[in-house]
């Protein structure tokens, strides 16, 4: 099994910088894509940025060119440096795996990995 742990988190003030990391462990062989996903209070989660096992990054509109998605799979460890924080930016980012089910030794039919995620909150 995998298990995915989020940290970097906290309160900072509009435009602030933030980094997250999400370390995997457990049968990380079986990870593919990876992302970070949020959830505003009283709102949808919602996917922030993806980035694919040979880099290949996407982006919501709202964090394109303040975002940005990276990834050391040597260490098993998703990042995300994000700038220019604003109030919108404010939620709980959660850490996301594709499941391989390519992968010799990875069950075929596996869900999604989440993590616990981490709170973010922009505030004066």
């Known amino acids: 099994q995998v298990q995915l742990v989020e940290s970097g988190g906290g309160l900072v003030p509009p435009g602030a910088s933030l980094s997250l990391t999400c370390t995997a462990s457990?049968?990380?062989?079986?990870?593919?894509?990876m992302g970070w996903y949020r959830q505003p209070p009283g709102k949808e989660r919602e996917l922030v940025a993806a980035i694919t096992s040979s880099g290949y990054t996407n982006y919501a509109d709202s964090v394109k060119g303040r975002f940005t998605i990276s990834r050391d799979s040597a260490k098993n460890t998703l990042y995300l440096r994000m700038n220019s924080l604003s109030t919108d930016d404010t939620g709980v980012y959660y850490c996301?795996?594709?499941?391989?089910?390519?992968?010799?030794?990875?069950?075929?039919?596996?869900?999604?990995?989440w993590g616990q995620g981490t709170q973010v909150t922009v505030s004066s």
């Open positions: 996301n795996a594709d499941h391989a089910s390519y992968v010799s030794g990875c069950p075929v039919s596996a869900r999604d990995y």
């Open positions: 457990g049968n990380t062989i079986c990870i593919s894509a």
